[in-house]
């Protein structure tokens, strides 16, 4: 059974920093192409960061140059850090993984986490 165990989220001031952890087990994570996804209250989901098989890094605009993803397929984990942190940072962030090339869209993902709560206050 694949599980996907997010920590590492909680409470900070603006301008500060968070490293998420997700740590998965069951599956042959090398391979795999984990994402970390976001969810604010009364939003959507929306894609935040995602890595490749290769180590290639994609991020939503709105982190780019802020949060960095990278991977340890040793101790099948994969880390959001977490910089410059804003007020609309705030929500519950969410692993996921899947095989093949990095997408975007969540619903392509096949196993996710239960999620780590980010709050930034201002």
């Known amino acids: 059974q694949v599980q996907l165990v997010e920590s590492g989220g909680g409470l900070v001031q603006a301008g500060g920093s968070l490293r998420l952890s997700c740590a998965a087990s069951g599956r042959t994570f090398s391979t795999d192409a984990p994402g970390w996804f976001r969810q604010a209250p009364g939003k959507e989901r929306e894609f935040v960061a995602a890595?490749?098989?290769?180590?290639?890094?994609y991020y939503a605009d709105s982190v780019k140059g802020r949060f960095t993803i990278s991977r340890d397929n040793a101790k099948n984990t994969v880390y959001l850090q977490m910089n410059s942190l804003k007020p609309e940072d705030t929500a519950v962030y969410y692993c996921a993984v899947k095989r093949g090339p990095v997408v975007t869209t969540g619903s392509l993902y096949d196993y996710w986490g239960q999620g780590t709560q980010v709050t930034v206050s201002s």
């Open positions: 890595i490749s098989w290769r180590y290639n890094t």
